[in-house]
């Protein structure tokens, strides 16, 4: 853990570095309050153990300036005093701080005080974990009923343009039929008055050039339908509404709902290369497992910066399905590796990430009695591979 020590005593920081590193935590010592400040903001810093009396900024002010601040994990602050007053120890607790300890103090007493901060920054975490989960899948959820409501609600009038434009198409191309025959006919007749006419009206009315173009806006209008059904449909399997419950799925339908979904992100960057093997149909929680193919497909396409292949494949293997997402993306480096899947784990922009698409992943997978893995090479790309043991009814 990383912890700040701010104390203009030399020796005594020297005795709380020491007694610190002992413990395996990584000390960072400064000499004084605006020093701490300084450090605490470009630090990934979970405990400050500040001195009272400090120059430029004491200790109270420094736990103030910490407590407004808006860091996304919490910090525990011990304050360090040479009185034992009680009006500072009531004044430091209001300033902030976790805890307080009266000097001079033990090593055994401040390895106990620093435990008892360990105790509650772990239970913080886990506590605002379980907290952006919840939220997470409350969204998860409410995105899905949003997207099953809207396809639901597109669905029968979709059907019937499309079959109304079906006959549509057999109709205009019996009346064209029909137009071209009688055109033949009145080739053949007698010039008259009502004849040209006739043939006069059809010109102007430019019968040859709608006959030609109404079959190109039908067949446009047939596409476009096609596509707004089939996205109806992506919509319907990708929020699973009716199948937030364990049921048998076939993966290889998820994932293509997935990338359905998802297709406005990738398609101007990446080109997505699919392998579907045979796999058997499973029991499990599609809606959940649609929500892992989405996380892993939208870290690969921003990974990829300019233009790049995510390559999906799915095969079966002793009794499990497997999945791999493989990005020629900018790879991960060696020293984020074991942390990518921690929650709120990030190397993104504030505002672009927030770090839980991998843990909540981590999480449902494991639901599944899976695992998750990666193999990354920097700047070469990184691939994911889901293991999902076939349950079957
Ligand atoms: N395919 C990948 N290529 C390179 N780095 C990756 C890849 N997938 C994940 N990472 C790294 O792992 C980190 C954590 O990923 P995760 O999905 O948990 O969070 P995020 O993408 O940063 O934010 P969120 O998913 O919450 O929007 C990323 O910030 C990134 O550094
Ligand atoms: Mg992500």
Known sequence: MDILIADDDFYASKFVEKTLSEMGHRAHVVENGLMAWELFQRESIRMVISDWMMPEMDGPTLCK????????????????????????????LESGADDYVVKPFDPSELRARVQAGERIIQLEDERRSAHMQLLQSEKMASIGQLAAGVAHEINNPIGFILSNLVSLEKYVNKLTDFIQAQDGVVKDLPQSGAVSDLVEKRKKLKLDFISEDIKDLIHESLDGADRVKKIVQNLKSFSRVDQAECKLSDLNECIESTVNIVWNELKYKVEVQKDYGEI????????????????????????????GEIKIRTWNENGSILVSFADTGCGIPDEVRNRIFDPFFTTKDVGKGTGLG????????????????????????????????????
């Open 65 to 92: 300036k910490i407590r407004t601040s808006d860091c996304s994990q919490y910090v525990y602050i011990i304050l360090l005093t040479a009185k034992e007053a009680k009006e500072d120890a009531v004044l430091g």
């Open 280 to 307: 058997p149909l499973t029991k499990c929680y599609a809606q959940q497992l649609n929500q892992v193919f989405m996380n892993l497909l939208v870290n690969a396409a921003q990974a990829i910066e300019k233009q």
């Open 358 to 393: 991998l843990s909540i992943s981590y999480d449902i997978v494991k639901n599944h009695q899976g695992d998750i893995t990666v193999d990354s090479e920097r700047g070469k790309g990184t691939t994911f591979t889901i293991r999902i043991p076939v349950v079957e009814a």
